[in-house]
């Protein structure tokens, strides 16, 4: 089956960057959006950045011009950059991709989170 699995989590000083990975394993025929998503403790999971198959980005507005997603084909590996980083990024971020496996469409798989956790 596929799976992701994330890394690059840890604790930052505020302005600090890090960059997390989400790498695939198993089959993936297409790819029809990535995105990497957060949740912090009693509050509801949100969509942070988005790329869709075709290389489009979006991103929630609390992040816009810090944070970066991109990926590397090759490696089937999902990247967030992030810069600038503040306390309220804090939350375990999890990265998600929606696929075809060649047989099925409308697939989805998440990654296992990774905790970001920014000190002031």
């Known amino acids: 089956q596929v799976q992701l699995a994330e890394s690059g989590g840890g604790l930052v000083q505020a302005g600090g960057s890090l960059t997390l990975s989400c790498a695939a394993s198993g089959t993936i025929s297409s790819i029809y959006a990535m995105g990497w998503y957060r949740q912090a403790p009693g509050k509801e999971r949100e969509l942070v950045a988005g790329l869709t198959g075709g290389g489009s980005t979006s991103y929630a507005d609390s992040v816009k011009g810090r944070f970066t997603i991109s990926r590397d084909s090759a490696k089937k590996t999902v990247y967030l950059q992030m810069n600038i980083l503040k306390p309220e990024d804090t939350a375990v971020y999890y990265c998600?991709?929606?696929?075809?496996?060649?047989?099925?469409?409308?697939?989805?798989?998440w990654g296992q989170g990774t905790l970001v956790t920014v000190s002031s």
């Open positions: 998600n991709v929606e696929y075809s496996n060649g047989y099925y469409a409308g697939l989805e798989v």
